[in-house]
């Protein structure tokens, strides 16, 4: 999968799971509501007392899963920034393009950027398994 087929899969896709691990070493998994930008980082707000925000604060690794229900799902690893000032208003901008009701700049909501490390696309659309596993793009 290209960072370009990536990109365009999450804005259509639109949501996510994203898993933290919370400070006893337990996995936490939510559904978020996830945006890309133009380079493949994605975005997503949640409210600032969440458990996936104190979690990121104290371990930012995550994984998360973008998938359909016709057969196309991408997994990935990488690490998540909870985002402040400048970068919070920049990313947060995208976030509101793509999801232009969201209160994501308010004060009760932290906005989180996630840059993948790792992915791993899965497809079955076309009746067999093709697996595409990638560093970030090793372009």
């Known amino acids: ?63 998360l899963v973008v998938g359909r229900d016709d057969g196309l799902a991408v997994q990935v690893e990488g690490t998540a920034k909870i985002l402040e000032g400048t970068q919070r208003h920049e990313y947060g901008m995208e976030y509101l393009r793509q999801f232009p009701r969201s209160q994501a700049l308010a004060s009760t909501y932290a906005l989180v950027r996630i840059t993948p490390e790792w992915m791993r696309s899965c497809d079955v659309r076309k009746g067999e398994l093709v697996i595409d596993e990638c560093s970030y793009w090793d372009d």
């Open 1 to 63: 999968m290209t960072r370009d087929d990536f990109v365009a899969f999450v804005r259509q896709v639109s949501e996510g799971v994203i898993a933290t691990v919370n400070r006893s070493g337990k996995p936490e998994a939510a559904l978020v509501g996830l945006a890309s930008n133009d380079a493949g980082e994605l975005i997503f707000s949640s409210l600032t007392y969440s458990r996936k925000i104190r979690n990121i604060a104290a371990t930012p690794h995550i994984a």
